[in-house]
DNA sequence: TTCCAATCTAGACAGTGACTAGATTATGCC
DNA sequence: GGCATAATCTAGTCACTGTCTAGATTGGAA
């Protein structure tokens, strides 16, 4: 509201805006003035919720993993993979802000604590996916066909938000990757 | 040498000097100044070789792609899958700065014509070495293959680049994930 | 030599992230 | 209620960046 000092939930606000900013324009195209900006408070304000910049990224990573352990939580109960493997790469479409700096090294800090946490709960879903895999299905040790299957969802998900995956609708092709890689 | 107007060839210099800080510290943390600094001309010097900053990275990536091409065309001969994956994760683990801006479409010009003659290659070689396999080994449209095994050797690369996957030798896993996507 | 294109210098500008000191507001505690 | 204290935000400053100019220097072709 106009005319308060604090701004209420600008945590929460520029998060949201970070996410849609970078959907548009990649991580570069976020700048902490223009969010301010946005939010109407002063340049400044930002950096006390998130430190810097690699702060606002950290958290941004951190929703991203949390969320993307969600949506994998209903099909790994299931037992079903191929819907595991959907499932992430649609996770991947819809939340393109997010995805696009939960694995960026260069953009976050690998050391916090929420992101650790939530990153692990997601790795553990997708571990938990594979695992539910009948072993005659696995040409490779376990652990290597988990790898296998991560990066194989990842590559799609990237490929598409990078834009080098026109006329193909990924949900489609992870679906299909899915059965070439576990039949 | 010193004193001299000219530096001789500053274009394959900055390029060398960009793939090397990429690979230290990623795009973001590429500054053409500093990249000037080095090489000991002006602050404006490179923009007379790539016009800006995405005109640099477009350059680099171009670049990359011609490497790629250049790195695959053996195995993709020798009708020898497998080492097809193993090579391109490869050339990724070896050339990182390169790679990290090959795909990123927030960072290059995707209409520049050397980019796309250089991709069109590294694009035919991976298609053609998924045509090298035999038809009983697909389980899905061969197009569907050739984008899943892209997608797998790509989130290999990216994900150890990331430092995603510690303690995981990526030509490994390479060969062990295109075995169990092809048996 | 002369001319021209390629290459580089030097200066300026707006925008940025980060830091600081201090002002304002919310909250828990008496 | 009143008050101390932490949380939140403002405003100013700094060095640095990419980009844009105008002009200087160099190499090569005619």
Same sequence: chains 1, 2.
């Avoid at 340049?43 to 998130?50: I, L, S």
Wanted: avoid cysteine; glycine fraction near 10%; aromatic fraction near 6%.
């Amino acid at each position: 509201m106009a005319g308060t000092y604090h701004h209420g939930d600008l945590r929460a606000h520029v998060l949201a805006a970070a996410a849609a900013e970078i959907a548009r324009s990649g991580p570069d195209g976020v700048s902490l003035r223009a969010l301010a900006r946005d939010a109407g408070v002063s340049h400044g304000a930002p950096a006390h919720h998130f430190g810097d910049r690699r702060g606002l990224f950290t958290a941004l990573a951190a929703e991203g993993f949390g969320l993307l352990a969600d949506a994998l939580a209903t099909s790994v109960a299931a037992g079903d993979f191929a819907r595991t493997a959907v499932d992430y790469v649609t996770f991947a479409v819809e939340h393109p802000g997010h995805y696009a700096v939960m694995f960026r090294a260069d953009l976050i800090d690998p050391e916090d604590s929420e992101l650790q946490r939530q990153e692990g709960r997601a790795r553990d879903a997708l571990r938990d996916g594979v695992a539910t895999l009948p072993p005659e299905r696995l040409a490779v040790p376990a652990e290597q066909a988990r790898q296998a299957a991560w990066a194989l969802v990842h590559g799609i998900a990237s490929l598409h938000l990078d834009g080098a995956l026109p006329r193909t609708d990924p949900a489609d092709l992870a679906r299909a990757a899915a059965r070439q890689l576990f039949g």
